[in-house]
Each structure stands twice: as structure tokens, then as C-alpha cells.
């Protein structure tokens, strides 16, 4: 079993960064694919990034070269940091690990935290 908390969330103007954060509790953290999802209202759950081995990293396209996700597995803890938000970043987001390594679909992933809301203004 695997808990994970995130925060970080908040209210942000367009153009402002934040960085998201996801404490793991349990066993055997760095043998997780760790990925950050994020929910609008209405729309599906979808991929923004994922670590397998730092460096190995995988991006949506609509955050690559915005977004950068990390882990520090002495720590058991995984990062977002979100530069140039737009207002379509906004959404909840969150923190999901899986086995699958770098997946992209929800369904690769057996744990997810509950949520932080990033909200951009324009």
C-alpha cells in the first residue's frame, strides 16, 4: 500500500510558477512510476508527466518545456514545478504511482492522492 499527499496548490496569476508537491507514504517508493494527473470540471482525468529513473521523464505535449517533474527518493517525495501557467493549467491535480514505467493512462497507475487545486487568472 502507498499513500500519497499532495500540495502546493493555489491561485496563481498567467505567467507565474508553482511547484506542486507529493509526499509517499509506505513501502518501496522508488520502485514506483510516480505521474501527476490533473481533472477540469467536466472533462476527463488526464496525463500530464511521469518519473521512472531520474532523469527519465515523459510530458503531455500542452506542458513540455513549461512543466518539470522530479522525485527525491530519499525523501519519497515527487515534484511538478509549473512555470508559464496558462489559465487552461487550471485544473486539480493529482499525485499517482503505478508499476508501469512512464505510463501515460490512468488505468497504469493503483494509487492516487486526493487532489490539489491549481487555479491560473488571466
Known amino acids: 500500500q502507498v499513500q500519497l499527499v499532495e500540495s502546493g496548490g493555489g491561485l496563481v496569476q498567467a505567467g507565474g510558477s508553482l511547484r506542486l508537491s507529493c509526499a509517499a507514504s509506505?513501502?518501496?517508493?522508488?520502485?514506483?512510476?510516480m505521474g501527476w494527473f490533473r481533472q477540469a470540471p467536466g472533462l476527463e482525468r488526464e496525463f500530464v508527466a511521469a518519473?521512472?529513473?531520474?532523469?527519465?521523464?515523459a510530458y503531455a505535449d500542452s506542458v513540455k518545456f513549461r512543466f518539470t517533474i522530479s522525485r527525491d527518493n530519499t525523501k519519497s517525495t515527487v515534484y511538478l514545478q509549473m512555470n508559464s501557467l496558462k489559465p487552461e493549467d487550471t485544473a486539480i491535480y493529482y499525485c499517482?504511482?503505478?508499476?508501469?514505467?512512464?505510463?501515460?493512462?490512468?488505468?497504469?497507475?493503483?494509487?492516487w492522492g486526493q487532489g490539489t487545486q491549481v487555479t491560473v487568472s488571466s
Open positions: 499517482a504511482a503505478g508499476i508501469a514505467p512512464l505510463g501515460r493512462s490512468p488505468g497504469h497507475y493503483d494509487y
Open positions: 509506505g513501502r518501496a517508493f522508488s520502485s514506483y512510476n
Open positions: 518519473v521512472w529513473w531520474s532523469p527519465t521523464a
